[in-house]
């Protein structure tokens, strides 16, 4: 893919805050600390669209940015261990779910797990309800790069195996190395081409 722009549009928490769904939507979801930035930041060629930070919880925000003026990839704040106040992390789950519920433009999730981990309720959970709601899923490990090839195998395997499904569901993906970074845009072109052919 070759990317001849991406922009920053805006922050949002509530639908009266988000932009226009005029353009197909991918959002990006994951445990706090999992290389979300990071992966978003190699999809568009751009160091630093997306801030990335060593404290997982930054991200407190709905953010959206516009990718060659044919996408619009949404930064969802991540879950999990972020250290921030109780009382935001409550007004997470609801404004995250009132997004992907109420977003006619949304075409897909991106769900990004780190892959020295294996998936967990959190994770197990946020699959069986994009499922319930017909929306796609586009599963990355993050962070390939540092694992060896059969330690990459044997994670892979039993991230497919707790999250029911096959283990090429998983696409495999490094940062620094830009491994899989054209298979994660070929899974969003596709995505987003179904989407199109809906509206």
């Given at each position: ?8 549009v805006t ?7 988000y ?23 190699t ?14 919880g930054?991200t ?10 044919q ?41 990004i ?17 994009l ?5 796609e899923?586009?599963?990355?490990l993050t962070?390939?790069?540092?694992l ?35 298979q ?16």
């Open positions: 893919m070759i990317i001849r722009s991406a922009e920053f922050s949002a928490v509530k639908p009266a805050q932009p226009p769904a005029a353009l197909p939507e991918i959002a990006f979801a994951g445990r706090s600390n999992v290389g979300k930035s990071s992966l978003i930041n999809l568009v060629n751009r160091k630093r669209l997306v801030k990335t930070s060593g404290t997982p930054r407190q925000l709905i953010n959206f940015f516009t990718v060659n003026g996408y619009t990839f949404v930064d969802l704040p991540g879950y999990g261990y972020a250290k921030v106040p109780m009382a935001v992390r409550k007004n997470w789950g609801p404004m995250i779910e009132t997004y992907l519920t109420a977003r006619d433009a949304l075409a897909g999730v991106v769900l797990m780190d892959i020295r981990r294996v998936a967990r309720s959190e994770e197990m959970d946020f699959m069986a309800w499922q319930h709601y017909g929306i899923r586009i599963l990355v962070k390939a790069d540092k060896s090839k059969s330690e990459q195998r044997k994670q892979r395997g039993a991230n497919a195996a707790a999250l029911g499904v096959s283990p090429d569901r998983l696409i495999l993906f490094s940062a620094r190395t830009r491994k899989g970074r054209d994660v845009w070929n899974a969003v072109l596709d995505a987003a081409a179904r989407k199109e052919a809906e509206r």
